[in-house]
């Protein structure tokens, strides 16, 4: 990939793309594109695009790389992402005595941390099916705090040494004296411990994780924060880095219930969206913590926990609408969703349909579904901001999902063929890092479903975690390459495109080129992904893979 590059003043920046494959909906056969500014501004052929030479500032070879929109990710964690990323991440540990040697390491190589700070552990995947006991965290740290959350987040190994250091926690709901801490307890000790991040640990975690959604193609990520998550001082720095800084943009959501128009006021004032994102319903699957109608199939004495009934998310609902700010909600198990969906309507009938609609409310993740919370979903015009790097992970009839659930009920769970079918909006995201910043691998994931009858076409993926982050948020303008904009993209190398879809026979159909529909790679499982070679955020280049 080659570079030419002109001068002139006195007028936005332009830049030809040519010799590639531009995934754009204005002309299936597009081989070009031209950016002035921070948007685009055409897309064409390659004998069309020679009429631009001359009047550009600077000409990019593609040399056949594939064009399309940058992905947005539609729930993150950014600061959480980083800590992974640059610290203890356990997402990797095969083995319970894998995990200690990984806690002791670290422990070793972080001598002045306050606290120790890791992800990612799911015993679940272990040969000795436990996480480990307090005391064997505490002779792997040496005596040291040490938060450690699951994988999803929804529980949490702590030490000794931590626990001496938050009052009162051994009395808060949700505390084991020799198991991982969930509820309130689980929430002081997260406060206090991500508390002790200094201003200059927290943006070093932040930029590592910015920096990695750029270098994967995303353009865009929403930031799921709220009180019961990371604090009003990370959301405030975080906005503030993203809006300094070139890189991906970020779009907060805040997880606060509010009431009033002076408190969705307050919300706004945070920078926030919306009184959205983890805004907890219920909790997850894996931490038998999600709310469900029926009892758990390895937990027979529970149905999970219920954090937010009908009432609560009515009030919620209505309120945000009324001070014209987004609500949204974290919702996993089948009664969670109900309780959403129910409080949903009675703040449409309170407020009416049509504003309810307009406001574009959002679940995530809205794994447990049935027919009638569907049709809900779709009358309601909900965003789901779903995950489905979570069926690859914990789905099939050998995964987590059956462990806690039985193979039937687990076999029900994420439905995106469904969804798409009755018209819900789809937005597609990794809830990083529960799962990785890794979009290519997301749409495979959505494609290729463990139950086929919950798999969407590539393109219908592909769309929900480009376009799809962008209308989630009230944007029907971007996520596209069309004249008009923003230009915000990604160059990838990759194989030959074609147009992948669950059913053969519409695939042999729509791989024919006079089918006129754009082709994207081949997500086939085994073969490699795309590889990213530059990332493009309103017309600034924020990532360009080495010695390309």
Not at 376 to 382: I, K, P, S, Y
Not at 402 to 420: E, F
Request: hydrophobic fraction near 40%; charged fraction near 20%.
């Amino acid at each position: 990939m080659s570079d030419r590059t002109a001068h002139h003043s006195d007028r936005p920046r332009t830049t030809l793309l040519r010799g590639g494959e531009v995934h754009s909906p204005a002309d299936p056969f597009a081989t070009a594109m031209v950016v002035e500014g921070d948007s685009i501004a055409w897309v064409g052929s390659e004998g069309a695009a020679d009429s631009f030479l001359d009047g550009v500032d600077e000409t990019v070879d593609l040399d056949g790389a594939l064009v399309t929109p940058a992905f947005t990710d539609a729930h993150v964690h950014t600061t959480a992402t980083g800590l992974a990323l640059t610290g203890l991440d356990l997402s990797g540990a095969r083995t319970l005595a894998d995990a200690l040697t990984r806690v002791r390491a670290h422990a070793q190589e972080r001598p002045g941390d306050r606290v120790l700070l890791g992800a990612g552990w799911d015993a679940s995947a272990w040969p000795e099916q436990r996480p480990p006991r307090r005391a064997e965290l505490d002779e792997a740290t040496g005596g040291r705090p040490l938060y450690l959350p699951r994988v999803d987040k929804h529980s949490a190994l702590v030490t000794t040494a931590l626990l001496d250091l938050v009052p009162g926690v051994t009395g808060r709901e949700g505390y084991a004296h020799d198991a991982p801490l969930t509820g309130d307890a689980h929430h002081a000790v997260r406060e206090f411990a991500y508390g002790t991040l200094t201003p200059a640990q927290r943006a070093e975690a932040q930029r590592a994780a910015l920096a990695y959604a750029a270098s994967v193609g995303i353009g865009s990520v929403h930031e799921c924060a709220g009180p019961r998550i990371s604090g009003e001082e990370d959301f405030a720095a975080l906005l503030a880095l993203a809006g300094g800084e070139p890189g991906p943009r970020v779009f907060g959501y805040w997880a606060e219930l509010v009431t009033s128009a002076k408190e969705a006021a307050r919300v706004s004032e945070l920078g926030a969206l919306g009184a959205a994102g983890d805004l907890f319903a219920d909790g997850s699957l894996g931490s038998h913590t999600a709310h469900l109608c029926a009892p758990y199939a390895d937990a027979p004495g529970t149905t999970g926990s219920a954090h937010l009934d009908a009432d609560a998310v009515a009030a919620h609902v209505a309120a945000c609408t009324e001070a014209g700010i987004q609500a949204g909600f974290h919702a996993i198990g089948d009664a969670a969703i109900e309780a959403v969906t129910g409080g949903v309507r009675r703040a449409a009938e309170a407020v009416g349909l049509a504003r309810v609609r307009a406001a574009r409310h959002r679940v995530e993740h809205a794994e447990m579904l049935t027919e009638q919370t569907i049709a809900d979903l779709a009358d309601l015009a909900l965003t789901a901001s779903v995950q489905p790097a979570f069926d690859a992970a914990w789905g099939g009839d050998d995964g987590m999902y059956a462990r806690r659930l039985g193979t039937d009920r687990a076999r029900t769970l994420n439905p995106y063929a469904a969804l798409q079918r009755a018209g819900v909006p789809l937005a597609l995201g990794s809830d990083s890092p529960v799962t990785p910043l890794d979009p290519w691998g997301t749409v495979r994931a959505a494609a290729f479903h463990r139950t086929a009858g919950h798999r969407i076409s590539v393109r219908g993926a592909f769309t929900a975690h480009t376009r799809g982050g962008w209308r989630a948020l009230g944007r029907d303008d971007a996520g596209v390459l069309v004249p008009g904009a923003p230009a915000d993209y990604a160059l990838w190398h990759t194989g030959e495109l074609i147009v992948q879809t669950p059913d053969t026979r519409v695939s042999n159909w729509s791989t024919d080129p006079r089918s006129g529909t754009p082709g994207l790679p081949d997500l086939t499982p085994g073969g490699q992904l795309p590889v990213c070679l530059r990332t493009v955020v309103a017309g600034q280049t924020v990532y360009a893979r080495p010695n390309e």
